[in-house]
Every structure is written in structure tokens, then in C-alpha cells.
């Protein structure tokens, strides 16, 4: 007895999975904007500078506010000292950014937003396509 194969279409990748692909091109290209000619990044908080690879992408308003995730003005180089023992150094952070825009984003980062997968995905592309002209 005969099984008839159907030909394997390819799974849509899962909503927690594009969520971590965007979080992985958005910090390349947030650390590599950042970077000067060199590949190296300033931290926004202490100032020591470390290669784009050495440095992550800091957040202002906690990654958990998905409105403010991946904006820009909320995103920059930032140590792993300051990011992650520091607890991101939010007083120096807002002193980096200013008073107005650290409020915007405070008050940005309490509205609900919920982002389709194909949302998601064209982020990505954007992400991908704005990496390229680094390389």
C-alpha cells in the first residue's frame, strides 16, 4: 500500500520566532549605525568605546513595551555593564537622550500595540535591507 507524498510546503515561522529575528537584525543595525569607521561604538551611558560585536543594543523603555521595542529613538549602543548590571543606567539615559524625548518615549511605551506576523516580517526585510549597506 502506497502513501501519496505531498510535496512539503515550508512553515510559517512562529510569531515568537520573528519576534527574535527582528531583535537580532534590529541590535546589528542599531550597534552598526553607531559605529564609526573602525567598527567601534561609544556606550550612551559611560562613553568607553568597544567594537559594534562587543557592544548591545540598549534600550531606554524596556524591551517588554513592544510600542517602543524597536524604535529608534529608544534603541543605542550601550556596554554590558551599564545595559545589564547597571540595569541600563536610565538616569544617565535620559540625560543622553533629553528631557522631551525621553518623555515621548515614556509616554509612547504605555500605548498597546500588537503587530501582525507579516508586521513583523516587513520589519525584518527593512532591517535586512538597511544592514546591507553596511557590508
Same mark, same amino acid.
Given at each position: 500500500m ?6 512539503k510546503?515550508a512553515?510559517k515561522?512562529?510569531r515568537s520566532?520573528?519576534?527574535k %529575528?527582528?531583535?537580532v537584525?534590529f541590535?546589528?543595525? =542599531?550597534?552598526?549605525?553607531?559605529a564609526? +569607521?573602525r567598527?567601534m ?5 559611560c562613553g ?6 562587543? =557592544? ?6 524596556? +524591551? ?9 529613538? @529608544? ?5 554590558v555593564g551599564? @545595559?545589564?548590571?547597571?540595569?541600563g ?5 535620559? =540625560?543622553?537622550?533629553?528631557?522631551e524625548?525621553? @518623555?515621548?518615549?515614556?509616554? %509612547?511605551s504605555?500605548?498597546i500595540v500588537?503587530?501582525?506576523s507579516q508586521?513583523?516580517?516587513?520589519? =525584518?526585510?527593512d532591517?535586512?535591507? %538597511?544592514? %546591507?549597506?553596511f557590508q
Open positions: 502506497y502513501r501519496k507524498t505531498m510535496p510546503t512553515k515561522p512562529t520566532k520573528l519576534v %529575528k527582528l531583535d537584525v541590535s546589528q543595525y =542599531i550597534r552598526l549605525s553607531s564609526d +569607521r567598527g561604538c561609544t556606550c550612551v551611558t568607553k568605546q568597544y567594537h559594534w560585536k562587543n =557592544i548591545q543594543a540598549g534600550h531606554f523603555m524596556s +524591551r517588554k513595551h513592544y510600542s517602543t521595542r524597536w524604535d529608534e529613538d @529608544n534603541v543605542f549602543a550601550q556596554c551599564c @545595559n545589564m548590571f547597571k540595569q543606567e536610565q538616569y544617565k539615559y535620559s =540625560i543622553f537622550l533629553g528631557s524625548l525621553s @518623555n515621548d518615549l515614556y509616554l %509612547k504605555k500605548e500588537k503587530f501582525s508586521d513583523l516580517q516587513d520589519m =525584518i526585510d532591517y535586512q535591507a %538597511k544592514l %546591507k549597506t
